[in-house]
């Protein structure tokens, strides 16, 4: 398995059906890069340092995570939340 493949394996792993409090740049970043419950040192997969969003559609968003020396590229698939303000992560497709 590729070092991407691994990123993009744990993403949909780990983050499936979790609710994230916007598809903005920012918020996707800090989620990906919570740290493993009860310690203050293990994440759950490779810090990710950068993160790029275009939208695709109202569903889909482009995503690049941008580490110092290697980038994984793909489309997320989201859900609305039963409340409707929040986004539920579906899928990563790396491309």
């Not at 398995?1 to 918020?27: H, Q, T």
């Not at 569903?59 to 995570?65: I, N, Q, R, T």
């Not at 609305?80 to 303000?85: D, F, I, L, Y």
Request: charged share 30%.
């Amino acid at each position: 398995m590729k070092i991407g493949e691994s990123i993009v394996s744990s993403i949909n792993k780990g983050f499936r059906n979790c609710k994230f409090s916007g598809r903005d740049a920012e918020s996707i970043k800090n989620t990906l890069n919570i740290l493993v419950h009860d310690s203050n040192t293990i994440h759950f997969m490779p810090c990710v340092p950068e993160v790029k969003v275009e939208k695709v559609d109202d569903l889909h968003d482009k995503l690049s995570l941008l580490y110092d020396d290697y980038k994984v590229e793909g489309v997320v698939t989201w859900r609305k939340s039963q409340n409707e303000k929040q986004f539920v992560f579906v899928n990563y497709i790396a491309e």
